[in-house]
């Protein structure tokens, strides 16, 4: 099993930064890539960002050049930095584990929304 936190989520004025954190602890060696997904009100949950255990990260067109995905193994965290923020991007945000076996493991979630 796979446990995870995610903190960092807020309200934030158009334009504005924040950064998304994600705790893992349990049996991390078996997970082979960490996501970021998030859901707005009434969407269903899309992927935003990813990153495997080689380092190689993938983004939703969405949010290309202003999003950033990374991994702390020391710390066992998952970050999304987020900058250039938009209405649109308002959502709860996931941080989600994919391991062997076809194992996946989701946070609780944390909102974020932005507007003036």
């Known amino acids: 099993q796979v446990q995870l936190v995610e903190s960092g989520g807020g309200l934030v004025q158009p334009g504005g930064s924040l950064r998304l954190s994600c705790a893992a602890s349990?049996?991390?060696?078996?997970?082979?890539?960490w996501n970021w997904y998030r859901q707005a009100p009434g969407k269903e949950r899309g992927l935003v960002a990813s990153?495997?255990?080689?380092?190689?990260?993938h983004y939703a067109d969405s949010v290309k050049g202003r999003f950033a995905i990374s991994r702390d193994n020391a710390k066992n965290t998952m970050y999304l930095q987020m900058n250039g923020l938009k209405p649109e991007d308002t959502a709860d945000y996931y941080c989600?584990?994919?391991?062997?076996?076809?194992?996946?493991?989701w946070g609780q979630g944390t909102q974020v929304t932005v507007s003036s």
């Open positions: 990153i495997g255990s080689g380092g190689q990260t």
């Open positions: 349990g049996n991390i060696f078996n997970v082979n890539t």
């Open positions: 989600n584990a994919l391991g062997t076996y076809h194992s996946s493991y």
